[in-house]
């Protein structure tokens, strides 16, 4: 499970790249950009009373990423996106009980887990009076992983350009080769599949405001289990269904916006979720904004799911320990700083984020002792030429 953080850190961010922004102009970029971001993400510690024996440090992550923009033409526009990461550090390997029959953790070991992770993707678009369309292909690999993937989306726009139609399917092919398969009885080599379909309309509904609606449709199949982890058997298909919706609102005397989003979804493991998120969006000067963020999350556990492994119950049976699997809730809290100065854009943000069996609003039979604490910050720079 060494690579899993980051992988759903990673899932977490393009999923949210997939849909398109609210009001977003049909017209290729009159200008090149080149973007730069370092980000570092830093899990709390664990506490002696959760691992009695071993390690208590858990998952940093260093992120770069990259990104040029460039017209082709009048019509069209050129996009290359490059992500590097390096990992080191450790996650729950497996979960016993206690004297008192609570659960506790066996973490994989915090001085053997070091990897790195390298993606590319490159992508174009059409642009026209009434909508645009485009696609990309890309690469991402890793000591044990590798995943090819593919997207497509267009948009139309209607009732004088006031309301937007968008939809956006995707592909990708993953190749699992875990380390120390020998060594620890691990599958040598597995593959995964992953097919999405996602469709959203956007409304101007004033001046000061604008609406957006969003579904989607993910459908993996193949090697869904976790390798990293002692005992760990998941089914080998699984559904997933989003239901999102996001407002937008100036409010002129404050020269700032609110925006407010929702997103319901379940999946056929059996897990339930609500997201919600706030953000401020404040005009400080022409040049500076500042923007504070708050997101709650709350999610059910799935239907396999057990905070102490059964290690009598053969692996033909579906069974995790697996932290994110449980029931939990979870509040995050950040703050942005965007600055504009000619043809350069630099944002500094700093998140904080705590998940707790009490902020669930689910009910949580089985609480899990490895939930997640941590802190991650982030510098990005874009200039325009």
Known sequence: MKNTASRSLITLSASALALPGIAKA??????????????????????????????????????????????????????????????????????TADNDGQPIINMSGASGIYDSRSEIAIGARYYSLTGNIGGAIGYSEENDYRAKYVSVSGSRNFNND???????????????????????????????????????????????????????????SGYLSDPYKLQDSRPDNKTQVAFSNSLRYYFIDANGALQGDYRYYRDDFGIH?????????????NSLKIVPMLRYYSQSPAD??????????????????????????????????????GGWITTLTAERYVANEKYSAFTVDKPSPGLVQFTRLSLGVTYEF
Not at 58 to 79: C, E, M, N, T, W
Not at 323 to 336: E, P, T
């Open 26 to 95: 049909d017209a290729p970029p009159l200008n090149s950009s080149l973007s730069y971001k370092i980000s570092s993400y830093r899990e709390d510690d664990l506490s002696r009373e959760q691992v009695p024996f071993g390690d208590l440090g858990r998952y940093d992550i260093d992120v770069h990423q990259f990104k040029f923009i460039s017209p082709l033409g009048r019509d069209y526009a050129l996009f290359i996106d490059a992500n590097h990461e390096n990992m080191s550090g450790a996650s729950p390997w497996f979960s």
């Open 162 to 220: 006031l309301t937007t139609l968008t939809v956006s399917a995707s592909h990708s092919d993953d190749e699992i080769f875990p380390s120390d398969a020998e060594r620890f009885n691990r599958v040598r080599k597995e593959n995964k599949r992953a097919k999405s379909l996602a469709v959203s309309l956007s409304q101007i509904l004033s001046p000061v405001a604008s609406f957006q609606t969003a579904l989607s449709l993910t459908g993996q």
């Open 273 to 285: 979720s609500h997201t919600l998120d706030l953000s401020w969006f404040q005009n400080v000067t």
């Open 304 to 341: 396999f799911y057990s905070n102490i492994d059964d290690f009598l119950k053969p692996l033909s049976e579906n069974q995790s320990s697996d932290y994110r699997l449980s029931a939990f809730g979870a509040i995050s809290g950040g703050l942005s700083f965007v600055a504009n100065f």
